[in-house]
């Protein structure tokens, strides 16, 4: 293996702290994007294919089995922050700096198949790896992989599992709507304020009925807004929003069949109007058993006992074909994902690099 030179390292580092002050919130990443497409078309003869929000470099060994082909992933949005910014507490910086690096060393790599590094956009909303899913009608893929940095882990330290890497998520927002009233006469109106905190005193419940069929399985109370602050109106409307996570796609439908089952209950008996939306859909991480075990052999990976509780879109992918993600240990006194302080150390752009060198030559 050749492994990037000390120049190759000090150019993506570069790129990772270029990306990193110039965030963008998911579906918005056009400096980024265009960016890295610079980058590629500048520092490699890589064929740079633009999907639209979305790209890939693709490296082509003439003769070889078009049906051999493998893809590699790494996604390049930031998290949206509350003065109406963005920031890279995630590390997709990285992610894309890592990639950009497997760019620089494929040619003296020598692969016998053709390599495909897909760059994508809008991870943390779930809806990017949809949008990219032409990849597989553009080109044919055998194999995929994917990776994530894991603070509080040992640094550059490889971990996977095969089935369930990370869980499925969804967001719910239920609305309840009745009548509005004068505070003071609250028996003429409908208020959602009883019919709400018996929903909310039976979400555990409901949520322990997939863990004792042995799912791990989270509902969690992101947040409630009911009436507004008019101390001479009564309260008439209610919306709550729900992040319900599941190891299983399956587990996840049967909880979110079962709460809102028990909403539409709670708002009957109130005789309030109800409906409800998601967002934030992800599908489970769920690694294909060889493709795992390929990580764990060439990569000198740990297995995880248990999945990831947060969600990964990666997921989409695996739907469409075989492979495998896999964590990449940040350090383990390294902030948590999200977190404000939170940054992708550049020590671990090398090994990043490294993992995906030795699955490319596996």
Not at 17 to 26: G, K, N, R, T
Not at 265 to 282: E, H, K, S, T, Y
């Amino acid at each position: 293996m050749s492994g990037l030179t000390v120049s190759q390292e000090k150019q993506i580092r570069q790129l990772r702290h270029q990306l990193h002050d110039l965030a963008e919130p998911s579906g918005q990443e056009y400096r980024t994007r265009q960016l890295l497409m610079n980058f590629l078309a500048q520092e490699t003869q890589l064929d740079v294919v633009d999907g639209g929000e979305w790209f890939y470099a693709a490296y082509r060994v003439p003769g070889s089995d078009p049906a051999r082909a493998l893809a590699l992933r790494a996604d390049f949005d930031a998290l949206p922050q509350p003065d109406g910014g963005a920031a890279h507490l995630c590390g997709h910086d990285g992610h894309a700096a890592a990639l950009c690096g497997v760019a620089l060393i494929l040619p003296q790599l020598r692969p016998d198949r053709n390599v495909f590094l897909l760059f994508q956009p809008a991870e943390e909303t779930g809806q990017g790896a949809q949008a990219c899913l032409g990849l597989f009608q553009h080109e044919q893929i055998e194999l995929i992989y994917g990776a994530h940095n894991l603070p509080g882990y040992p640094l550059g330290q490889v971990y996977t599992r095969p089935g369930t890497f990370a869980l499925a998520s969804r967001g719910l927002t239920l609305r309840f709507t009745g009548r509005p009233a004068h505070a003071a006469y609250p028996e003429a109106g409908i208020s959602p304020a009883q019919p709400v905190a018996l929903l909310l005193q039976k979400l555990p419940e409901l949520a322990r009925g997939q863990q004792s069929a042995g799912q791990l399985a989270l509902c969690t109370v992101i947040g409630l807004q009911m009436g507004q602050k008019a101390f001479g109106q009564a309260a008439a409307a209610a919306e709550l929003w729900l992040t319900l996570r599941a190891e299983t796609d399956a587990a996840l439908e049967q909880m979110e069949a079962a709460i809102l089952a028990e909403a539409r209950q709670q708002a009957g008996a109130g005789q309030l109007d109800f409906a409800f939306d998601r967002q934030d859909v992800f599908p489970a991480t769920v690694n294909h058993a060889a493709p795992a075990q390929t990580i764990l052999d060439c990569c000198q990976g740990e297995l995880l006992d248990l999945p990831m509780r947060w969600s990964e879109d990666f997921g989409w992918y695996l739907q469409q074909c075989p492979g495998a993600y896999f964590g990449l240990g940040a350090g383990e006194q390294q902030p948590a994902l999200h977190s404000r302080d939170y940054q992708y150390p550049d020590a671990l752009l090398r090994p990043a690099v490294r993992a995906f060198e030795q699955l490319i030559l596996a």
